[in-house]
Structures are given as C-alpha cells and as structure tokens.
Nanobody, 119 residues
C-alpha cells in the first residue's frame, strides 16, 4: 500500500510562514509529479503548486512569489514553503503524487492538513 502523510499545518498570524511536508511510503518504484492543492468549505479543490521528478515547478499566480515547492527524491518527500501568509490562504492543504508501483501507476492523496491564517 502507498501512503502520503502530511505535516506542518497550524495557526499562523498574517505575514507569517509555515512549511508543509508530505512523505510518501509503501511499495514505490518511482514518483513522477508531486503537488499541493487546497480547499475551503463550499469550494472545489484548487491547485497550488506542482513539481516534476526532475525539479521543474509550476506555481499558481495567486501564491507565486510567496510560496515555494521543493522535493527530496531520496526521502520521497515534497515540501511547500509558505511565506507572507494571508487570511485568504486559510484552507485544508492536500498533497498529491503520481506514483509508479511495481504493478501500476496511480495518483495518491494525503489526508490533508489545516492551515489557518488569523490574528
């Protein structure tokens, strides 16, 4: 079984920073793209950032310049460094990864971690 486990969410004041981590474990042959989405109540899950296995990144406009995505392939881990946080960044953040197992390739999701930006 493959699992994605997120950590690093919490409460932070506006202007503050947080770093989210997401580690993949299980029967993994290789990991392709890894990314972060976020969702607020009553809205659809939206892409925040994605990173390829080679390290190419895409950051959505609404967080570009404030958020950075990175990964450690040796640890099967993806990170989201969030700076200059705003109240509108409050959401549940989910990591996702396209993982090649020994039998098939599939997309996996973490359980989500709450980020709350409030004074």
């Amino acid at each position: 079984q493959v699992q994605l486990v997120e950590s690093g969410g919490g409460l932070v004041q506006p202007g503050g920073s947080l770093t989210l981590s997401c580690a993949a474990s299980g029967r993994i042959f290789s990991i392709n793209d890894m990314g972060w989405y976020r969702q607020t109540p009553g809205t659809q899950r939206e892409l925040v950032a994605v990173i390829s296995s080679a390290g190419s990144t895409y950051i959505e406009d609404f967080v570009r310049g404030r958020f950075t995505i990175s990964r450690d392939n040796a640890k099967n881990t993806v990170y989201l460094q969030m700076n200059s946080l705003k109240p509108e960044d409050t959401a549940i953040y989910y990591c996702t990864a396209n993982i090649e197992g020994f039998r098939y390739t599939s997309d996996y999701w973490g359980q989500g971690t709450q980020v709350t930006v409030s004074s």
